[in-house]
């Protein structure tokens, strides 16, 4: 099944997500209070960040599945398209689910939702979808305030409370009528257990870990996502869970198809040569960069990647070229070790600090936590760091995380060869 993720061919990229200055703005509709107007139009003008790089996917679709049970699945067409061979795999009875009729499951007695999935697969892409569909009035009508949290915000203060959560919202005053009412009316949309810096225990006293086993705001909503391996402890606390699958073959060609027209049947033809690239690109993230690398490998009479090392080596390359580019240098950049100075020095401690998060399975760090001699600036110019200003709920620290876990670990792998 296919679902579509905007309204419109702009859909919401996995990082930055201002809010837009277009005159032609979405608004709640008439008759709610103020605090709900306020959110509902927060999200109703989600709109992608008007940067061009890291490459971001202009629009996007992927696949849905419900996991019925934990029992071993059977095989068959639809259970063996969603296995990829990865420790992310879910091998479990499941079936194939729209959108909408997730949506639909969830009432006043299915409150807790879980939602698992790879790196890169589109769940952070799903919860602003959620959070602008419920702005836009199409989803979750009995949900009167929605709170969408990217976990990884709280790398520097780990222990959630509920006022640090409403304070970020500028809601303070509202936790008196949320307690009183057990959080009737009231959505969270929590992103990335995985991300979270404290890792979710069924015996822990912390507001947050009672949320989500339901034990206080009882009458409250919860969505939340994660990788699979960082879900285990909560599955048994959620009364849905659900599988984001990412692309199957044919999303794989329509996205090329649409994204790059002129271009598509080459693109295909060379992933239909190269097998284990094509096996990336059911990480919607992973076909994105591929196009990038394909689009500019062309334009540049450079080589096109033969396996997956040299996609992530050539993604990197193509990346410090354009800050060249940027800078007003022209630089043939033929290996990574041929970086001159000072961004040499620079690309060597980006990747110590691959290393040190990767080994520490930590997948944001803040930046008063990291000691390099270069400014943010610096960092975030190279364009393979993405640098978020705004955690606020982390104390407002400046948050420093790779574009995908992926490049992350390649990265870290560069650094022990090195």
């Known amino acids: 099944i296919r679902n579509t993720y905007c309204h419109s061919s702009q859909n919401s990229p996995e990082k930055s997500l201002p809010i837009s200055d277009s005159p032609q703005l979405l608004l709640p509709k008439p008759g709610v209070n103020a605090s709900t107007r306020n959110l509902k139009g927060r999200y109703c003008n989600l709109m992608p960040a008007q940067v061009d790089f890291p490459p971001v996917p202009t629009f996007s679709f992927t696949n849905l599945a419900l996991i019925k049970d934990t029992t071993e699945a059977k095989k068959s067409a639809f259970f063996m398209k969603t296995i990829q061979g990865s420790l992310d795999d879910v091998i479990e009875k499941k079936m194939t689910i729209t959108y909408e009729e997730l949506f639909k499951s969830i009432s006043s007695t299915n409150k807790i939702l879980l939602l698992e999935g790879r790196p890169g697969c589109g769940k ?7 959070s602008r569909d419920w702005g836009e009035g199409t989803i979750l009508s009995f949900v009167k305030y929605l709170f969408l949290i990217p976990l990884r915000q709280f790398y520097k203060n780990p222990i959630i409370e509920l006022n640090t959560v409403l304070s970020h919202f500028r809601m303070a005053a509202l936790e008196k009528e949320l307690l009183q009412s057990e959080g009737e009316g009231v959505c ?18 912390s507001w ?26 909560l599955r048994k606390h959620v009364h849905t869970r659900g599988e984001v699958l990412g692309f199957f073959k044919e999303q794989i060609h329509e996205y090329i198809d649409n994204g790059n027209p002129s271009k598509a049947t080459k693109i295909k033809a060379f992933l239909h040569s190269h097998q284990n690239i094509l096996h ?14 394909y689009d500019t490998c062309e334009e540049d009479k450079t080589p096109l990647p033969k396996s997956e090392t040299e996609v992530y080596e050539l993604f990197t390359r193509l990346s410090l070229v354009r800050y060249y580019t940027k800078i007003g240098k022209d630089i043939v950049l ?14 060597r401690s980006i990747s110590k600090i691959a290393y040190d998060t990767t080994t520490n399975e930590m997948t944001s760090i803040s930046l008063h936590d990291i000691h390099v001699e270069f400014s943010v600036s610096d960092i975030e110019n190279l364009g393979i760091i993405v640098v978020d200003r705004k955690a606020g709920l982390s104390g407002g620290e400046t ?3 790779f574009a995908h876990l992926t490049n992350q670990e390649f990265l870290a792998a560069y650094h022990v060869s090195t």
Do not use: W
């Not at 952070?124 to 959620?130: D, E, G, P, S, V």
């Not at 947050?208 to 402890?233: D, K, M, Q, W, Y």
């Not at 990336?280 to 690398?293: G, K």
């Not at 033929?334 to 690309?347: K, N, Q």
């Open 124 to 130: 952070t892409t799903l919860t602003r979808k959620i």
């Open 188 to 205: 969270f949309v929590l992103d990335g257990l995985d991300e979270y810096s404290v890792k979710f225990s069924t015996q822990g006293h």
């Open 208 to 233: 947050f870990e009672e949320l989500l086993r339901g034990e206080v705001l009882t009458s409250s909503t919860i969505i939340i996502t994660s990788r699979p391996n960082a879900s285990i402890e």
């Open 280 to 293: 990336m690109c059911y990480i919607p993230f992973h076909l994105v960069m591929i196009m990038f690398i």
């Open 334 to 347: 033929r290996d990574l070790e041929s970086l001159p100075s000072p961004e040499c020095a620079l690309f």
């Open 399 to 401: 948050i420093l995380s």
